[in-house]
């Protein structure tokens, strides 16, 4: 098994499920006492957001450069990025270490095209619904993306930063969400890509009329393949 290099703290509260799906998954497949060899660089949220807050990109990228240098050189295998937004810098950072990296896009482009839809809504922070590095991926698998209006994507921005990330789920926060899936889905999504890690941690499937891809646990989970050296081709 390899040893595993999580990349965390983007926020706390999804990097918890990170290390305890990762640890599960190991589990069940190695049984007895066997579990994941990782090791995990919790960065400070705080750090991130004012470089965020100044549209400082290169100093985003500083931190989780350093970040990944650490969890290299203590001998991780791979570099896991534990959130959506921070894999707009992926192929940079891919191209400074000699380790591949898990991406979380790829993982779920992957089981997007297994359950072989063509058109699906991706719900996350506004830099991952604006970019292209997430289309991009989805787009190398025939997959179109569509995203929510311009006042809903300020509101799952607001929602991601002011209650997700400190660990509140509202119940009224949870019906808005379910509205703007509603309406994804009469634009002719066939499902919904929850394309933050701490999304999941408020929207459940019971929650949605659509098929719901947690990119938590499809991330989670690549990463424990990649670990035991399963092919996804």
């Known amino acids: 098994m390899k040893t595993i290099g999580l990349i965390g703290g983007t926020g706390w509260v999804s990097t918890v499920e990170y290390y305890r799906i990762i640890n599960e998954e190991a589990n069940r497949r190695q049984g007895g006492l066997n579990f994941a060899k990782c090791f ?8 991130i957001d004012a470089f965020n807050k100044n549209n400082n990109k290169a100093g985003v990228y500083s931190l989780i450069y350093e970040a990944s240098k650490k969890v290299t050189e203590a001998g991780a295998e791979c570099l896991v990025l534990c959130a959506n937004t921070l894999h707009q810098f992926a192929d940079d950072l891919e191209k400074g270490f000699n380790i591949p990296l898990v991406h979380i896009a790829e993982a ?47 509101f799952i921005q607001n929602t991601i930063n002011n209650e997700l990330i400190k660990g509140k789920f509202l119940k009224e926060s949870k019906e808005k969400f379910q509205r703007i899936m509603n309406e994804l889905g009469q634009k002719g999504a066939e499902g919904i890509v929850l394309g933050c890690t701490e999304i999941p941690l408020l929207i459940k499937q019971q929650d949605a009329d659509l098929p719901l891809f947690d990119t938590l646990d499809i991330h989670a989970k690549a990463v424990v393949d990649f670990a035991f050296e399963v092919n996804n081709e």
Do not use: V, W
């Open 40 to 47: 995990l660089y919790s960065l400070n949220y705080g750090d």
């Open 108 to 154: 779920t482009a992957r089981e997007i095209n297994r359950k072989g839809f063509k058109k699906i809504g991706l719900l996350g922070t506004k830099q991952t619904m604006e970019m292209d590095f997430y289309r991009d991926k989805l787009a190398n698998f025939n997959i179109e993306m569509i995203i929510p209006p311009e006042d809903d994507r300020d």
